[in-house]
T-cell receptor, first 113, second 112 residues
């Protein structure tokens, strides 16, 4: 089944403790992206990747890192999480064109205490 | 994206058409317009997209203004399963990089 998977789905952590949210897709997509969703602010793009080893900042990259060492995986890294990074995170993937459909993962709900 | 504006909410009766508006007044010539919807506790899912011409698919129609500064998503016969938050998105492509700018979304309520 074609899908985007994220792990974990729920995470409670404390300020400053490094964490990684994994994202994997099985559709051979070039493009992958991370978003955060906050009440009243909608979805905002954090980072995206056009292909292996090609990444760029979205609207809200501060406090996040990404890497794209393999085509199927695009982990989101929070080196030193803070409470303002409490949010719902979505990973998405698509083929490379701007007209292509993005497929979203189920979301990861993160609470930073 | 402050430059992509949508009404916060709309209401429709079941089986009636729904027109969801979006303003994207600063859209550039190569930006695509996408619409996605999000059901409760799920990730967004694709509805339709377009560049300049009106588009139809099995889910909906997309009407794009001639100056491309606005668009309207049309659900021809709303069902209870269409109750969701609908996002209008401007996709900006520069130097082969795609940036997605989401509007704040319109929550559609469908009454039986």
């Amino acid at each position: 089944e074609a899908q985007v998977t994220q792990n974990p789905r729920y995470l409670i952590t404390v300020t400053g403790k490094k964490l990684t949210v994994t994202c994997s897709q099985n559709m051979n997509h070039e493009y992958m992206s991370w978003y955060r969703q906050d009440p009243g602010l909608g979805l905002r793009q954090i980072y995206y990747s056009m292909n292996v080893e090609v990444t760029d900042k979205g609207d809200v990259p501060e406090g996040y890192k990404v890497s794209r060492k393999e085509k199927r995986n695009f982990p989101l890294i929070l080196e030193s999480p803070s409470p303002n990074q409490t949010s719902l995170y979505f990973c998405a993937s698509s083929f490379g064109g701007a007209q292509e459909t993005q497929y979203f993962g189920p979301g990861t709900r993160l609470l930073v205490l | 994206d402050a430059k992509t504006t949508q009404p916060n909410s709309m209401e429709s009766n079941e089986e009636e058409p729904v027109h969801l508006p979006c303003n994207h007044s600063t859209i550039s010539g190569t930006d695509y317009i996408h619409w996605y919807r999000q059901l409760p506790s799920q990730g967004p899912e694709y509805v339709i997209h377009g560049l300049t011409s009106n588009v139809n698919n099995r889910m909906a129609s997309l009407a794009i203004a001639e100056d491309r500064k606005s668009s309207t998503l049309i659900l021809h016969r709303a069902t209870l399963r269409d109750a969701a938050v609908y996002y209008c998105i401007r996709v900006n492509r520069i130097y082969n990089f795609n940036k997605f700018y989401f509007g704040s979304g319109t929550k559609l309520n469908v009454k039986p």
